[in-house]
Structure formats: C-alpha cells, structure tokens
C-alpha cells in the first residue's frame, strides 16, 4: 500500500510539472505580439513564429495525460489563442499606436532602439537639443508604460497570473526585434545595441 501511494505521489508530482509546463501558451502569445506589432506599426510582421509542438490525439503522451482527465486542458493549451480585445487592452493599444507616428522617425534615424526586454530605448540621443531631447525622453516613458501596461493586461485578461509577465514580455521582446524594419536598432540578449 506505501509502495502504491509513494507511486501516486510521483506520478502526480510528474503531471503537475508538466501542467505548469502545458498551460503557458507561448504559442498563442507570438502570435498575438504579431498581431498587436502589426496593429501598432501599421505593417506586416517580417517573420512568423515557430509553431510549438503539441501532444497529438492517439500519442503515448496524450494517452498518459488523458489518463489524468487532463485530456480538456492540454487540448484548450494547443488550440488557445490570447484575449487582445478587452477594453482595457484595445484602449493601450490605441495609445501605443497614436504615439508610434512620433517615435518612427526616431527608430529610422537610430536614435531609438528596441530593447532586449521589449521597451523602448535611446540609443544615440547626442545630435538633439536639449528641448527635443526632453521631448522625445517623454515619449519614450509613455510608450514603456504602455507596454508594460499591455503585458500586465494581456496576462489579466487571458487569467495567466501576475508570474506569466515576464514570459509574455521577452516573448514580445523577441517579436519586436524580429519585426524591426531591416536598418533599426535593436538590442540583442547580452544587451548590446546592433543594427538589423
């Protein structure tokens, strides 16, 4: 009888691991940053994500976990697609796209980049005056509160829990720099700025 507990236990402490695993769906959030990058900057993304692999009807693993009555979930997971329609996402949506017309002149000329965290960076700010300077450091802390909004609301609005943002933020992090038109800025992993 200890034998067989001690074998439950395992085996749930098993599938918990993987359902914590299953539940986030990176998938899903690539393709919602493609489509809210599209929305923002007006233009079709360059790249589309990798599909991530699922556990296909009639696998060994999908037996196994359907076993678990977890057959439901891990479905759901593979055919999840984000919530980016809420009021309070449509409306930081609508703030990030106004502002963009402003801050793209910036991003052409580098001044601007995109950072390895999904914000937005000054890069090389020298050639401005100081008025346009303030200005544009204006701009640019509007629109990282935005973003930072958007990450926080998405993962509110798809119950994915305050722990899931900075999942969804180096997602759309990886987005934006994949989408970044060819002569930007961008900063890679280690934080160093190279031109796409």
């Excluded at 346009?132 to 909004?149: E, F, M, P, S, W």
Aim: net charge positive; proline share 7%.
């Amino acid at each position: 009888m200890k034998r067989l507990f001690a074998w439950s236990m395992t085996i749930w402490l098993i599938v918990s691991c993987v359902t914590v695993n299953v539940y986030f769906p990176a998938a899903a959030a690539q393709k919602a940053a493609d489509a809210i990058i599209e929305d923002i900057q007006g233009e079709t993304p360059k790249t589309a994500p990798k599909p991530q692999p699922q556990p296909k009807p009639g696998s060994e693993l999908y037996q196994e976990l359907q076993k678990f009555s977890l057959s439901a979930s891990v479905a759901f997971a593979a055919e999840m697609d984000l919530q980016i329609s809420t009021p309070a996402i449509k409306a930081v949506r609508e703030s990030l796209k106004q502002r963009y017309p402003q801050l793209s002149p910036y991003f052409d000329s580098g001044v601007l980049g995109t950072t390895k965290d999904g914000l937005i960076g000054v890069r090389e700010a020298s050639g401005l005056n100081m008025k346009d300077r303030a200005t544009l450091n204006g701009l640019v802390d509007q629109q990282n509160r935005d973003l930072h909004t958007l990450y926080e609301e998405i993962a509110k609005a798809n119950h994915l829990g305050p722990d899931s943002v900075p999942r969804l933020q180096k997602i759309f992090a990886d987005r934006w720099r994949a989408n970044a038109k060819p002569g930007r800025w961008i900063q890679n992993d280690a934080g160093a700025w190279v031109q796409k």
